[in-house]
């Protein structure tokens, strides 16, 4: 056959057959559960891998009580305190621990090392001294009146004082609020000794020296 016989055969193809464009294959949407009872698995599911209690849940009453939405809502700024389970004190420890007497086998915190502990003590946060400019840790607290802000000062001492640890705390009162400042000064910065009052401190139970606020009703 020679190549005009070909060439003629070829078009003559092309016009019986002619090239056309298919569209794109599109993805069949799947979907899962889709019969009756389907939802029912689902949460049977979601409760077997994360019990009952997952997903939101309505305010124990404890929790209302401290009136915490007065706090959050409507506040962008607002300084949230993530406090771990009562339990993981057992693995951490820092409740548990006394500080060290000798002080010159101590070695100031790296920053890494004053992270890690810090996560320990919930509500205390890093500051620095007015005096010195050593880092240290900080915590604050409004008491219902001065009287009690008094007591929260002798409480939050005679737990340095217990741990022979009084000389790196400072204790301010100005009314009704205290600030707490822990600091291992004769080293120059954070020992692992702060962060046991500071979590010891943490342990006292003040809720009488709290101000109880009225409960807001919502229309």
Request: hydrophobic share 35%.
């Amino acid at each position: 056959m020679n190549s005009s016989a070909l060439s003629s055969q070829r078009q003559a193809c092309r016009q019986v057959r002619p090239f056309t464009a298919q569209p794109p294959r599109r993805c069949r949407l799947v979907t899962v559960n889709s019969q009756a009872g389907g939802d029912v698995r689902g949460a049977k599911m979601e409760k077997g891998l994360f019990g009952e209690n997952f997903g939101a849940r309505d305010p124990f009453a404890g929790e209302v009580a401290t009136n915490f939405g007065e706090n959050v809502l409507g506040n962008y700024n607002t300084e949230h305190i993530i406090k771990p389970p009562d339990n993981i004190k057992r693995v951490l420890g820092l409740s548990a621990r006394r500080c060290q007497d000798n002080l010159g086998s101590m070695t100031v915190l790296s920053q890494e090392d004053r992270e890690l502990l810090r996560n320990q003590v919930p509500g205390w946060r890093m500051a620095t001294l007015p005096a010195g400019g050593n880092p240290c840790i900080q915590q604050s607290w409004k008491l219902k009146d001065e009287a009690a802000a008094e007591q929260m000062v002798a409480l939050v001492g005679r737990v340095a004082a217990d741990e022979g640890h009084a000389d790196s705390l400072t204790v301010n009162r100005v009314g009704t609020e205290v600030v707490a400042q822990l600091c291992t000064v004769s080293l120059g910065g954070l020992t692992e000794n702060d962060f046991i009052v500071a979590s010891k401190v943490n342990d006292l139970n003040i809720v009488d020296l709290l101000p109880k606020r009225k409960p807001r009703f919502w229309a």
